[in-house]
T-cell receptor, first 112, second 112 residues
Framework: NAGVTQTPKFRVLKTGQSMTLLCAQDMNHEYMYWYRQDPGMGLRLIHYSVGEGTTAKGEVPDGYNVSRLKKQNFLLGLESAAPSQTSVYFC???????????FGSGTQLSVL | SQQGEEDPQALSIQEGENATMNCSYKTSINNLQWYRQNSGRGLVHLILIRSNEREKHSGRLRVTLDTSKKSSSLLITASRAADTASYFCATDANRGNTPLVFGKGTRLSVIA
């Protein structure tokens, strides 16, 4: 039982490049989330999904897109990376009751 | 904007002492959860307290909730160096699928 797996763990991009972060969970969870964490800012929600085929905007959605084509996967895309998107990205999932979020180990992204 | 706000931002104590962290929030909630984050890792769920509960224990953790003051506290008794981490509260608002909102966290350092 792997839990929540994020790939890649580290990535360096040049401004304007695109990339996709993958989050996979094997717990059959309905809810999935993408957060970013910056020093002194805590966790800020980017996008989330309440089930397969659904997505919704969080607190800081601009510059990101997401897709949930399969229940176990939640993809976060950066279409044209900017230095302001340098951050640590965390994916999380939760079951129907949302009483416990399970987090991945994070992706350290640097945009130069 | 964050729903939960932790206080203090940073706390440094000696091993064996108790550590108390506080969380204030703004709107009515279904439950409040506490998470721990070791440096460079994903968050790990510690404990959940429901809106109709006033106190909950789990090992060396004690959580209280005062819904009239919209505040919660996390007490770690007999702290150990291994408790060094950041601690976050997260509130589950009493509104449908609204995602959990995390505070900015308290950085706890336990000195051996």
């Amino acid at each position: 039982n792997a839990g929540v797996t994020q790939t890649p763990k580290f990535r360096v991009l040049k401004t304007g490049q695109s990339m996709t972060l993958l989050c996979a969970q094997d717990m059959n969870h309905e809810y999935m989330y993408w957060y970013r964490q910056d020093p002194g800012m805590g966790l800020r929600l980017i996008h989330y999904s309440v089930g397969e085929g659904t997505t919704a905007k969080g607190e800081v959605p601009d510059g990101y897109n997401v897709s949930r084509l399969k229940k176990q996967n939640f993809l976060l895309g950066l279409e044209s990376a900017a230095p302001s998107q340098t951050s640590v990205y965390f994916c999380a999932s939760a079951g129907t009751g949302r009483e416990k979020l399970f987090f991945g180990s994070g992706t350290q992204l640097s945009v130069l | 904007s964050q729903q939960g706000e932790e206080d203090p931002q940073a706390l440094s104590i000696q091993e064996g002492e108790n550590a108390t962290m506080n969380c204030s929030y703004k709107t009515s909630i279904n439950n409040l959860q506490w998470y721990r984050q070791n440096s460079g890792r994903g968050l790990v769920h510690l404990i959940l307290i429901r809106s109709n509960e006033r106190e909950k224990h789990s090992g060396r953790l004690r959580v209280t909730l005062d819904t009239s003051k919209k505040s919660s506290s996390l007490l770690i008794t007999a702290s150990r160096a291994a408790d060094t981490a950041s601690y976050f509260c997260a509130t589950d608002a009493n509104r449908g699928n609204t995602p959990l909102v995390f505070g900015k966290g308290t950085r706890l350092s336990v000195i051996a």
